[in-house]
Nanobody, 123 residues
Framework: QVQLVESGGGLVQAGGSLRLSCAAS????????MGWFRQAPGKEREFVAS????????DYGDSVKGRFTVSRDNAKNTFYLQMNSLKPEDTAVYYC????????????????WGQGTQVTVSS
């Protein structure tokens, strides 16, 4: 199995940028599809972005398309989420997750999760 640790969250003003990182350890990182999800208070966990094992396919949730970019560096066992043009509605705890699937946007298909990192966007 794989262990995941997120970092890079924080407080930012609307219109600003943040870059989240997810460091993986354990089983070979490149054997997993990776995803970012987020959960705001009182809301369900929602899909943000995902990337296939080799990085050839990337998917994004509708609310972040054109603003967020997902990437991975298999040599560094690290997964990233670049977030630009942040909005107050992006405020949430962001989680990275690993899936044995080739790719997935469904949180139920991700078996391994990090502890989450808080992102707060002020207006």
């Amino acid at each position: 199995q794989v262990q995941l640790v997120e970092s890079g969250g924080g407080l930012v003003q609307a219109g600003g940028s943040l870059r989240l990182s997810c460091a993986a350890s354990g089983r070979t990182f490149s054997s997993y599809a990776m995803g970012w999800f987020r959960q705001a208070p009182g809301k369900e966990r929602e899909f943000v972005a995902s990337i296939t094992r080799s990085g050839t396919r990337r998917d994004y949730g509708d609310s972040v398309k054109g603003r967020f970019t997902v990437s991975r560096d298999n040599a560094k066992n690290t997964f990233y989420l670049q977030m630009n043009s942040l909005k107050p509605e992006d405020t949430a705890v962001y989680y990275c997750a690993a899936s044995d699937r080739l790719w997935s946007t469904n949180k139920n298909e991700y078996a391994y999760w990090g502890q989450g990192t808080q992102v707060t966007v002020s207006s």
